[in-house]
C-alpha cells in the first residue's frame, strides 16, 4: 500500500521484478491464507515468469481492478531485459491531489500457492 502525495499529471507507474517463481519473502515464509488472516482476524491487506493462475488486485483510491494472467500479457510493459512496468493510473485529476495506491498478488490454484509461483518484487513507484 501506496501514499502518494501531490499528483499533478494523474500518472502512476510500477516497476516491479516478476521472476522470482519460488523464492519466499522470509517476512510471509509460513503464511496459509492471503494475508495471513486467521479465522476472527480483522487485518486487511497486504509472464513467462508467472503463473497461469497469478491474478493481481491493483486498488487506486478505493477503486479496485483486478488482473488475471491474460490481462496482464497486455498490460505489463518489459522495457529492459530485467525491468518491467505496469501504469496503474492515467488520468489528470482537476487539481493536483494525494492519491492511494494498493496492490495484492495472488495465485488461485492451490498448487501454484503451495509452490509460491505467484510472487512478484516491487522495486519502484513512479507519479507524475
Avoid at 491487506?45 to 508467472?50: C, D, F, G, S, T
Avoid at 491493483?58 to 501504469?87: C, H, P, S, W
Wanted: proline share 3%.
Amino acid at each position: 500500500m501506496f501514499d502518494i502525495d501531490n499528483v499533478v499529471e494523474g500518472f502512476v507507474v510500477v516497476k516491479f521484478e516478476a521472476w522470482h517463481k519460488g523464492k519466499v519473502n522470509p517476512r510471509t515464509e509460513g503464511w496459509t491464507t492471503v494475508n495471513n488472516v486467521r479465522e476472527g482476524d480483522t487485518r486487511r491487506l497486504q509472464l513467462p515468469h508467472w503463473a497461469k493462475d497469478i491474478e493481481i488486485d491493483v486498488a487506486v483510491d478505493g477503486v479496485i481492478n483486478t488482473y488475471n494472467f491474460e490481462m496482464l500479457e497486455d498490460k505489463v510493459m518489459k522495457v529492459e531485459r530485467v525491468v518491467q512496468i505496469m501504469v496503474l493510473h492515467d488520468e489528470k485529476p482537476q487539481k493536483p491531489k494525494d492519491m492511494e495506491i494498493a496492490m495484492r498478488v495472488r495465485c488461485t490454484e492451490a498448487e501454484s500457492k503451495s509452490k509460491h509461483l505467484c510472487n512478484i518484487n516491487i522495486s519502484h513507484l513512479y507519479w507524475a
